[in-house]
């Protein structure tokens, strides 16, 4: 079965500790990742994705097949970085399965 | 700036009395979808259009038809409102159908019913 699971419903870590939100998928082609932010009262975002290999606001994201992991990470939290974090998935422009498969979210909350 | 635009940002029906939710987008994107979002979850997809080409996910009710006049404009109705469709509803975009597309997204319709 598709699936994407982000086993936190909560994450609150400190200003300026490191965050690392979790993301499992199933997948039996070769999927696309993506994280995608929702800051208080602003719209759904992409944050970014595994194709890009890109750092975006300070977090990075590295697609480990091995594991079916793409956990994101930031090495020191700040407070604007509060918000609800989904990781989503889809499959590839080989690959007829083209909607995006999004987890539960995590809301994270950084501590002043 | 191009955007996606969806109105009301806040709709209140009546129990069963059909209701219209608006999109629109000044991306020129090939695709426009609808999403269900209820609280604290993630969103739902319930259908898209790949231009003109209209595609409904296999456990959207019934009860929620879209309508998709030209490339800009995407209408959401839902013809006999129960409770249980209380949410937010969020409009996106994307240039392509592939998962390397990035979605772009409204800022959503929150829809009551009493």
């Known amino acids: 079965a598709q699936r994407v699971t982000q086993p936190e419903k909560l994450l609150s870590v400190f200003k300026g500790a490191p965050v690392e939100l979790k993301c499992n998928y199933s997948?039996?082609?070769?999927?696309?990742l993506f994280w995608y932010v929702q800051y208080s009262r602003q719209r759904l975002q992409l944050l970014l994705r595994h194709i890009s290999r890109e750092s975006i606001k300070g977090f990075t994201a590295d697609l480990n097949k091995g594991e079916t992991s793409f956990h994101l990470k930031k090495p020191f939290a700040q407070e604007e970085d509060s918000a609800m974090y989904y990781c989503?998935?889809?499959?590839?422009?080989?690959?007829?399965?083209?909607?995006?498969?999004w987890g539960a979210g995590t809301k994270l909350i950084i501590k002043p | 700036d191009a955007m996606v635009i969806q109105n009301p940002r806040y709709q209140v029906t009546q129990f069963g009395k059909p209701v219209t939710l608006s999109c629109s987008q000044t991306?020129?994107?090939?695709?426009m979808y609808w999403y269900q979002q209820k609280s604290s979850q993630a969103p739902k997809l319930l259908f898209h259009y790949y231009d003109k080409d209209f595609n409904n996910e296999a456990d959207t009710p019934d009860n929620f038809q879209s309508r998709r006049p030209n490339t800009s404009f995407c209408f959401l109705d839902i013809r006999s409102p129960g409770l249980g469709d209380a949410a937010m509803y969020l409009c996106a975009t994307s240039k392509g159908l592939a998962g390397t597309y990035e979605q772009y997204f409204g800022p959503g319709t929150r829809l009551t019913v009493t």
């Open positions: 989503a998935l889809s499959g590839s422009s080989m690959d007829s399965n083209y909607q995006l498969i």
């Open positions: 997948y039996s082609g070769s999927p696309e």
């Open positions: 991306l020129n994107h090939n695709v």
